[in-house]
């Protein structure tokens, strides 16, 4: 991965959230592709891993549902060996790491980390 290839991963990253178009999204992650936020612990509950395609767009579906304000503002975003960090500004104005590990063209491994100890980072209205 390199800083041109990062950032174009980056901005079309951004514009499929704020298009709330998952299929877009989830086109960069492999079948087997595992997701570990604390927000999907609050949102599905389980300790906040997701594991598979399939569980990821049921993750997102309901964030989606349950923030349907959510818009990202990319920050910057970070090269590492098949890795790309991008941090961003959420809705409510909250920082947030997210971290790609790939294999190929493909995400393998994502993580969610928040800044804070805000109790819900995402701003997800109760279900």
């Not at 569980?55 to 964030?63: I, K, N, T, V």
């Not at 790609?100 to 701003?123: R, S, T």
Request: aromatic share 10%; proline share 3%.
């Amino acid at each position: 991965m390199d800083s041109v290839s990062a950032r174009k991963f980056a901005a079309d990253w951004e514009a499929a959230w704020n298009a709330h178009d998952l299929d877009a999204l989830l086109a960069h992650f492999a079948d087997e592709v595992t997701f570990r936020s604390p927000v999907a612990a609050q949102l599905v509950g389980g300790d906040g891993v997701i594991r598979g395609k399939e569980a990821l767009r049921a993750y997102w579906s309901e964030g989606l549902r349950r923030i349907p304000d959510l818009r990202f503002e990319v920050v910057g975003t970070y090269v590492g060996v098949d890795c790309v960090v991008i941090n961003y500004r959420n809705q409510k104005g909250g920082l947030v790491n997210e971290v790609l590990i790939f294999d190929g063209p493909l995400v393998v491994e994502g993580y969610g980390a928040y800044l804070g100890d805000d109790a819900n980072p995402a701003g997800a209205t109760s279900d």
